[in-house]
């Protein structure tokens, strides 16, 4: 007999491991944290320029002193450092202001009548711009005495410069100034700063009129007697004159800067849907009725928003309208019956939707209304 096959179970017992917690996790999130840090500052750094590097690094270096700087603070055009693009612009600006004074000039000594107040006009160019004098003399002064009416010799000078201006791109302010002489008293108060602003605007007109178009006109300003051509003497007719000033784009900017842009968009006006009274400006009144009562307004159609069309007749005509009494405009009322009671509603015919045609008698002629009983105010009954 065989021997018996041992049998084996082998049975494996898996050891289970202490539950080690999450703190990986975390140290894991704070490396991936500071690697994210690390590549924006690296981005940070690599799209900044020198002058900013320069004002973080000095920061690091004196905290203290940086806090100081005024955070809310825009820089000035004149803090921005300028660049090659803009030296060469400053440039070419600078070129045409040079061509512009000489062509003036030009035609100053050219033009026989322009020649005569040549000692009047004066061309400087300045950090500004070309600047533009035209001074009043002892015998030949450019307005009437303490008016802004100008005077036919400052007539002929503004247009005659206006179209030479106007052929450049650069943008002009007027400024008028007057002598120390005080303004006679008078109840309306006017002084020598009202009469410096009205002569710069009679200026202004003059120079339109001439050819130049207005978007060309920046600023127009009186200075009285603030900022006299003579300092030496205040009373001296020279410091009345009207300076022009032909802007460089840098001065343009500034004083665009000082009082603020010009809205982009226009400002449009919504036409109202029926005409306005000229007077009030308000929609006209409704004529009101014979009784002294306003007209009721018309009921709309829900849908259309609109007066709801008369039903047509059989024919597909519109209902026509009934003819109003003429005193009281109102349609009319139907006569009452013997009894003091409406009329009643006879029946339409179903085909024409008409009142039914008499029948005719043997004669051919329509049968005439039977009278009514005198009691009953009816048709008589048949016996």
Same mark, same amino acid.
């Not at 999130?29 to 799209?47: E, K, N, P, Q």
């Not at 003059?206 to 051509?229: C, F």
């Not at 009452?336 to 509603?345: A, F």
């Given at each position: 007999?065989?021997?018996?096959?041992?049998?084996?179970?082998?049975?494996?017992?898996?050891?289970?491991?202490?539950?080690?917690?999450?703190?990986?996790?975390?140290?894991?999130?704070?490396?991936?944290?500071?690697?994210?840090?690390?590549?924006?500052?690296?981005?940070?750094?690599?799209?900044?320029?020198?002058?900013?590097?320069?004002?973080?690094?000095?920061?690091?270096?004196?905290?203290?002193?940086?806090?100081?700087?005024?955070?809310?603070?825009?820089?000035?055009?004149?803090?921005?450092?300028?660049?090659?693009?803009?030296?060469?612009?400053?440039?070419?600006?600078?070129?045409?202001?040079?061509?512009?004074?000489?062509?003036?000039?030009?035609?100053?000594?050219?033009?026989?009548?322009?020649?005569?107040?040549?000692?009047?006009?004066?061309?400087?160019?300045?950090?500004?711009?070309?600047?533009?004098?035209?001074?009043?003399?002892?015998?030949?002064?450019?307005?009437?005495?303490?008016?802004?009416?100008?005077?036919?010799?400052?007539?002929?000078?503004?247009?005659?410069?206006?179209?030479?201006?106007?052929?450049?791109?650069?943008?002009?302010?007027?400024?008028?100034?007057?002598?120390?002489?005080?303004?006679?008293?008078?109840?309306?108060?006017?002084?020598?700063?009202?009469?410096?602003?009205?002569?710069?605007?009679?200026?202004?007109?003059?120079?339109?009129?001439?050819?130049?178009?207005?978007?060309?006109?920046?600023?127009?300003?009186?200075?009285?007697?603030?900022?006299?051509?003579?300092?030496?003497?205040?009373?001296?007719?020279?410091?009345?004159?009207?300076?022009?000033?032909?802007?460089?784009?840098?001065?343009?900017?500034?004083?665009?800067?000082?009082?603020?842009?010009?809205?982009?968009?226009?400002? *449009? @006006?919504?036409? /109202?849907? !029926? $005409?306005?009274? +000229?007077?009030?400006?308000?929609? &006209? =009144?409704? #004529?009101?009725? %014979?009784?002294?009562?306003?007209?009721?307004?018309?009921?709309?159609?829900?849908?259309?928003?609109?007066?709801?069309?008369?039903?047509?007749?059989?024919?597909?005509?519109?209902?026509?309208?009934?003819?109003?009494?003429?005193? *009281? @405009?109102?349609? /009319?009322? !139907? $006569?009452?019956? +013997?009894?003091?009671?409406?009329? &009643? =509603?006879? #029946?339409?015919? %179903?085909?024409?939707?008409?009142?039914?045609?008499?029948?005719?008698?043997?004669?051919?002629?329509?049968?005439?209304?039977?009278?009514?009983?005198?009691?009953?105010?009816?048709?008589?009954?048949?016996?």
């Amino acid at each position: 007999m065989a021997k018996e096959q041992t049998v084996i179970i082998k049975k494996i017992v898996r050891k289970r491991h202490a539950h080690h917690g999450g703190a990986w996790k975390l140290a894991y999130a704070d490396f991936v944290t500071a690697m994210m840090a690390f590549f924006l500052l690296m981005w940070l750094i690599g799209s900044t320029d020198e002058a900013t590097k320069i004002g973080i690094s000095e920061y690091f270096q004196d905290p203290y002193q940086a806090s100081k700087v005024d955070k809310g603070k825009v820089p000035t055009l004149d803090e921005i450092a300028p660049t090659e693009m803009d030296k060469q612009s400053e440039h070419d600006d600078s070129k045409q202001l040079e061509l512009l004074k000489q062509k003036i000039q030009d035609m100053i000594n050219t033009n026989a009548k322009l020649s005569e107040f040549k000692e009047q006009i004066k061309l400087e160019i300045t950090p500004e711009g070309l600047r533009i004098q035209i001074i009043d003399n002892k015998n030949t002064p450019m307005f009437k005495l303490a008016s802004s009416e100008t005077e036919p010799q400052i007539r002929l000078i503004l247009r005659a410069l206006a179209p030479i201006i106007n052929n450049l791109p650069n943008k002009i302010s007027i400024n008028g100034h007057t002598d120390a002489k005080p303004f006679p008293v008078n109840k309306k108060r006017y002084s020598n700063w009202e009469l410096s602003s009205d002569r710069a605007n009679a200026a202004r007109y003059e120079l339109n009129q001439g050819g130049l178009t207005e978007d060309k006109v920046l600023r127009v300003t009186g200075l009285s007697d603030s900022i006299p051509y003579n300092p030496g003497d205040a009373q001296d007719p020279m410091n009345r004159r009207i300076s022009i000033l032909v802007m460089n784009k840098k001065t343009e900017e500034h004083v665009i800067q000082e009082v603020g842009t010009k809205p982009t968009l226009p400002l *449009t @006006k919504i036409a /109202p849907d !029926k $005409p306005l009274d +000229t007077e009030t400006q308000q929609p &006209p =009144e409704k #004529p009101p009725t %014979t009784d002294g009562k306003p007209q009721p307004e018309k009921s709309l159609d829900a849908g259309t928003k609109k007066p709801p069309e008369k039903p047509p007749t059989t024919d597909g005509k519109p209902e026509p309208d009934k003819p109003l009494d003429a005193g *009281t @405009k109102k349609p /009319p009322e !139907k $006569p009452p019956t +013997t009894d003091s009671k409406p009329q &009643p =509603e006879k #029946p339409l015919d %179903t085909g024409t939707k008409k009142p039914p045609e008499k029948p005719l008698t043997t004669d051919g002629k329509p049968q005439p209304d039977k009278p009514l009983d005198a009691g009953t105010k009816k048709p008589p009954d048949k016996h």
